[in-house]
């Protein structure tokens, strides 16, 4: 569903990517790791065009997400984004925060909207918060309505983007969770993340970047358990 | 000290007249310089937002202008110097239409643009660029990222610095004394100078100027308070 | 202009002196200087004033400082030039109302400021210098303000070129400074007043801006010095 085909990217006199190569299939579940700086979330922002790319190609469902041909707002409603930040509206109400896409690009009718954005709290375990303003809500509780908020839109692909770095760790798991639900019910993640618990758990597939390239890929227990010598090794040994 | 306070002696008949017509003469010119320079703010904000950067600083030295040379002096400029420059036409045509009002007002209007487009500018950057970021990543384009998710934020930070221009602009008509424009001001001066009861004449004035000032501030701490997001 | 700048250069910087007062650009630095200068200490009385847990004495500095924030500065001198002589027993010039009027104003703007920055500080400092037995005094004078004035100082700079504006007001009550100067110097040329009044303007303009780009500055080395307390991360 998405392809990576020697994907480069510059930050000046910086690569930050280094030609990488992969693949997400349908229903899969790829969580990236790596330490900062090795262009993890640079990666995961180039599906949606939030980063342009200097070298290669990104193609969502074969098509290049640069083409011109591309209406990029139609292609990031397919494709659903859960920031570190949370990114929350803070003018709106949780409900309001998800209905607002709902009713100016779906063109639901309030009460549809209304509808839809219970249901989606329902999901993350949310719905009495519905009219909620952030401000009221915990770190954790703000994460779900914003991962309630992507899956409104009925997304073919779900991107996250160190969910739970900005948590306390306390709140950690119960994004986590919601999450592994979803995984469970057969979405296509692709999760950048420093939660090898949840890679080893909830991962089909792993991939260790690490100065811009994808230096190891596999199921999580082949990567994870065996991680032989290197750059890996001294990652994990690091994080864990 | 054998004064006796009156200030029966300054609110009757005329008096009272010039008080009145002073006030209005005030409340005329906040508002016409107020639309003015919230028409002229607005107009500078969207002009700086292109990316050309000579706007930028034709911009900035208009802020820089207004904000450096005291109002006074923008005024007698405007009142004294630019009708010289101009045509002999629009001179006569100034003159005839109660020149005075039009140009204080312009100078007003003119110099609250400067402040303004300032206080638009900073409320548009203190929304983190992140915002933008998950409302295109919704799907939504710039056009409707801003209309539904930028300015709506904007707004509620921008309204107490504006409320507080509106303040400054009111007390400010006062100079428009300078050139003659008949204001609470000039009006006080003149029931003065034909009553000599400069306290009660003055006190007047001050307890209006009050009412309205503290009326403003109290609009401001409402707007303040109900409109006090946090912005986490 | 150039030829107004070299017929009457004089007049602008220091008026008619010596053959009357001193006056032009160099009186309104004078009053400029002199104005914020005693405003300060008019200033900081009533910032504490105001942030005193005495009725008494809160409600007065309140009051004084609402009264000048909502009345317009003209009225404010218009009030000090007939009250002022009646104060004092005897009669008062342009000058002398100028600044009296100017520091009352000025010192209860500084005054907001003064406490702003006052309340600003972390409630740590108050708490060490109890904790070491120090009292109101040797706390507010040698802990508190210090901290305060220094943090102030771009903001204090921004206010001297306020000061500098409001002089300006000296016009209307033939107090003179360089706007009055400005002002008879048209009065005898009468044939260019867009020249004599477009001096007037960049003599302000480059007075301020000097004034305002060094509050910058400051501002920047202020930031810096205090590790970049910038924006918070959402």
Sequence with gaps: MIRFETVEKWYGQHQVLAGVTGEVKRGEVVTLIGSSGSGKSTLIRTVTRLENVQGGKVLFEGVDVAGRSVDINRLRQRIGFVFQAFNLFPHLTAAGNITLGLERLRKMRKAAARERAMTELHRVGLADKADMLPSRLSGGQRQRVAIARALAMDPDVMLFDEPTSALDPEMVGEVLRVMKTLAQNGMTMVVVTHEIGFAREVADTVWFLDKGQIVESGPPAGVLDNAGDGRLRSFLSRTC | MGYVFDPAAVLTGQYLEWFIWGLATTIALTLAAWLLGMTIGIVLTLVRMLPFRPLEWLVAGYVEYHRNVPLLVQILVWYFGVPEILPRAIRVWINSHHGEFLLAVIALGLASAAYITEDLRSGIRSIPKTQYEAARSIGFNYLQAMSYVILPQALRIVIPPLINQTLLLFKNTSLAMAIGVGELTYRTREVDSYTFKTFEAFAVATIIYLTISFAIMAIGAFADRRLKLELR | ?234
């Design chain 3, 1 to 234: 202009m150039l030829q107004i700048l070299k017929d009457n250069w004089l007049l602008f910087l220091i008026g008619q002196y010596p053959h009357g007062p001193v006056g032009g650009l160099a009186m309104t630095v004078f009053l400029a200087v002199l104005g914020l200068s005693l405003s300060f200490p008019v200033a900081i009385g009533l910032a504490l004033a105001r942030l005193s847990p005495y009725r008494w004495l809160r409600a007065p500095a309140t009051a004084v400082v609402y009264v000048v924030r909502g009345l317009p500065l003209i009225m404010f001198i218009f009030w000090t030039y007939f009250a002022l002589p009646l104060l004092i027993g005897h009669a008062v010039g342009g000058v002398e109302t100028l600044l009296f009027a100017l520091v009352v104003y000025e010192a209860s703007y500084l005054s907001e400021i003064i406490r702003a920055g006052i309340e600003g500080l972390p409630k740590g400092q108050t708490e060490a210098a109890k904790a070491l037995g120090l009292g109101y005094i040797p706390t507010t004078f040698n802990v508190i303000l210090p901290q305060v004035l220094h943090n102030m100082l771009p903001s204090l700079v921004s206010q001297f070129v306020s000061t500098i504006k409001e002089t300006s007001l000296g016009y209307v009550i033939s107090a003179n400074e360089v706007t009055f100067a400005a002002s008879q110097v048209n009065n005898q040329l009468m044939t260019q007043p867009f020249e004599v009044y477009g001096l007037l303007a960049l003599t302000y303009f480059t007075l301020c801006f000097t004034l305002t780009s060094a509050a910058r500055w400051l501002e920047r080395r202020l930031t810096a010095e205090r590790g970049g307390l910038g924006v918070q991360l959402a």
